[in-house]
């Protein structure tokens, strides 16, 4: 019989009681009023792109100067800032929040319920993004370190709004497997030290790696958009190119971008942690 947490005094959740939290946590955040939950959504779409906006700016000038794994790694650690602060913080992000699936499977939860809470929560990360990418931008950080900041930006922002659809695709399968391995460690933690230490690393080899996360992305495009757009002439001249250089970054270019990698983050996160661990913890309660 497994142990249960009050029996073992400091140890972390067993897997089994990590699937159960999972599923019970799952089928509270359906079960938010919408404007609470748009709201946690917002801040969550809002730390996100900080610990985006934080990532790109360590990987400024990087290029040709270190190594591709070594930036691309810190850079990842950089970028955990977001998930951290959606943990520790609280808030609701649509990918760490596939894993409703298992309520969903353990029927805690209805099909409309999950996808209706889904929906809100992806229109919040949105707007969080957006926000915060314009801000940025009024903010004038791009022109940092002669503006390598703002050149690293738009090149992140080029390579993702021109990705297949494929490679999307399997980007963001692989990218939501290990954010949702993250906070599923996180969900067994039992002091905020050992969530950011659940995070730090999961998040940073899916940077490393190159995987794509929808909500990041709302972040990035925007934010290499709204520079390609409201840029002032000396920072082109600076960096030795022109808006016509980036011109695949645009709306388009960032819808195109969201419809493969969403469907990636789902399945990655709901099919291959989530529908996973509940068939092998949770299936056998005949729930």
């Given amino acids: 019989m497994t142990p249960r947490r009050a029996e073992r005094g400091i140890d972390a959740l067993l897997p089994a009681e990590i699937a159960e939290k999972a599923e019970a946590v799952g089928a509270e ?16 779409g809002a730390f996100i792109a900080l610990g985006a906006l934080f990532a ?3 990987l400024a000038g990087a290029h040709g100067a270190v190594p591709y794994g070594i930036s691309h790694f810190l850079a990842g650690l950089a970028f955990s800032l977001g998930l951290i602060l959606v ?12 894993l409703m699936v298992m309520a969903w499977a353990g029927g805690k939860v209805g099909l409309a319920e999950m996808l209706r809470a889904w929906a809100i929560i992806y229109v ?13 931008l009024l903010a004038g950080q791009y022109l940092l370190a002669d503006g390598e900041i703002g050149a690293r930006a738009l090149a992140i922002a080029e390579t993702k709004a021109t990705l297949p659809f494929g490679r999307a695709l399997f980007l963001g399968i692989l990218c939501n497997v290990l954010v949702c391995l993250a ?17 730090l690393l999961p998040v940073a080899a899916f940077v490393a790696a190159g995987f794509e996360h929808s909500v990041a992305n709302m972040y990035f495009i925007p934010f ?26 645009t709306w388009f270019g960032l819808v195109a971008n969201l419809v493969p990698v969403t469907i990636g983050n789902v399945v990655g996160g709901g099919v291959l942690v989530g529908a996973v661990y509940w068939f092998v913890y949770l299936r056998k309660r005949g729930g």
């Fill in 29 to 44: 955040k359906t079960r938010l009023d919408p404007v609470t939950l748009v709201v946690l959504a917002m801040l969550a």
């Fill in 56 to 58: 790109t700016t360590v």
């Fill in 183 to 199: 906070v599923w460690l996180a969900l067994g933690a039992r002091s905020t030290s050992d969530k950011i230490l659940a995070i």
């Fill in 87 to 98: 943990v520790v913080g609280g808030a609701e992000l649509f990918t760490g929040n596939t």
């Fill in 224 to 249: 290499g958009l709204f520079i390609r757009l409201w840029a002032p002439a000396s920072f082109w001249t600076g960096i030795g190119a022109t808006p016509a250089d980036y011109a695949d970054i």
């Fill in 124 to 136: 919040g990360n949105l707007v969080g993004a957006v926000a915060t990418a314009l801000l940025a």
